[in-house]
């Protein structure tokens, strides 16, 4: 069962437009959120984080808001630039409990197409 | 210079060979992973350690084998390749205490 979702696999945006990425959740043991960026040929690269004791974490155009009671959180990308086409992963681990739980589990990611 | 390499970055191979992918780090980080993505499937986790002297299967071990050489060095074998084995393969390193992980390149290997 996925502890992790990302339901949609695709989003277009205009460029200088919101892009809203979006994750949900199901284990309320999560308490470290993640947002990777991934291009074609390339790893992941790490863009942005939010431990449960906050409910946004902003750096610079990308902002994460977390909704705990929902057990959802979003990617805001403001002005969104056709540099941001990419894979966008989501990931949350259990860090507090520590040892496996603190491992991170991936959503399936969303595709992010920046249109000029 | 890269922090976290992989060799091969391609590899071809045929069914029932016997694979073995690197990964190498600078960072410096105690704690060391394995990974598969597969279209659709997001990242799933193989093996990791902690330290050289700890190695725990992961969601999806069977058919896998990894080896932690030193602190900076983790290999991940394929005893008997097998076409389903067909994906892109990332090395990722963390350091407590927020475990953020830092991935390597990649590795597209394809199995005939």
């Known amino acids: 069962d996925q502890q992790v979702k990302q339901n949609s696999p695709s989003l277009s945006v205009q460029e200088g437009r919101i892009s809203i990425l979006n994750c949900d959740y199901t284990n309320s043991m999560f308490d470290y959120f993640l947002w990777y960026k991934k291009y074609p040929a390339e790893g992941p690269t790490f863009l942005i984080s939010i431990s449960s004791i906050k409910d946004k974490n902003e750096d610079g155009r990308f902002t994460v808001f977390l909704n705990k009671s929902a057990k959802h959180l979003s990617l805001h990308i403001v002005p969104s630039q056709p540099g941001d086409s990419a894979v966008y992963f989501c990931a949350a681990s259990a860090r507090n409990y520590g040892g496996s739980q603190g491992n991170l589990i991936f959503g399936k990611g969303t595709k992010l197409s920046v249109k000029p | 210079d890269a922090d976290v390499t992989q060799t091969p970055r391609n590899r071809i191979t045929k069914t029932g060979k016997r694979i073995m992918l690197e990964c190498s780090q600078t960072k410096g980080h105690d704690r060391m992973y394995w990974y598969r993505q597969d279209p659709g499937l997001g990242l799933r986790l193989i093996y990791y350690?902690?330290?050289?002297?700890?190695?725990n299967k992961g969601e999806i071990s069977d058919g896998y084998s990894v080896s932690r050489q030193a602190q900076a060095k983790f290999s991940l074998s394929l005893e008997s390749a097998i076409p389903n084995q067909t994906a892109l393969y990332f090395c990722?390193?963390?350091?407590?205490?927020?475990?953020?992980?830092?991935f390597g390149p990649g590795t597209r290997l394809t199995v005939l």
């Open positions: 990722a390193t963390s350091v407590p205490p927020t475990d953020t992980q830092y």
């Open positions: 350690s902690f330290d050289v002297k700890d190695i």
